[in-house]
């Protein structure tokens, strides 16, 4: 059964940092693509906040970009999201996802909440 858990999050001053992690199990063939989304308070869509290849080509949502860092290691299936300068705008529930055996997989959600 593919599992994607998550930890880190909590709350933070604006300013402050946070780090998430995600590891994944039970791959049978092969994982592709891991990332982060985050879905806002009372938003109804989640947002791209950082994805990695599995050759390590990144991309990073406009908002996040110069301060959030998306780390992979292979070896273990994890990924890990360093998040600096933290606005409260970035509170949100930070989801992990990854494409595991062609289908995508997501994470139970993690809660991130910047007070100003």
């Known amino acids: 059964q593919v599992q994607l858990v998550e930890s880190g999050g909590g709350w933070v001053q604006a300013g402050g940092s946070l780090r998430l992690s995600c590891a994944a199990s039970?791959?049978?063939?092969?994982?592709?693509?891991m990332g982060w989304y985050r879905q806002a308070p009372g938003t109804t869509q989640r947002e791209l906040v950082a994805v990695s290849s599995r050759d390590g080509r990144t991309m990073y949502g406009n908002s996040v970009k110069g301060r959030f860092t998306i780390f992979r290691d292979n070896a273990k299936n994890t990924v890990s999201l360093q998040m600096n300068s933290l606005k409260p705008e970035d509170t949100a529930v930070y989801y992990c996802?990854?494409?595991?055996?062609?289908?995508?997989?997501w994470g139970q959600g993690t809660q991130v909440t910047v007070s100003s």
């Open positions: 996802n990854a494409d595991i055996d062609a289908l995508s997989s």
């Open positions: 039970g791959i049978k063939y092969s994982i592709g693509a």
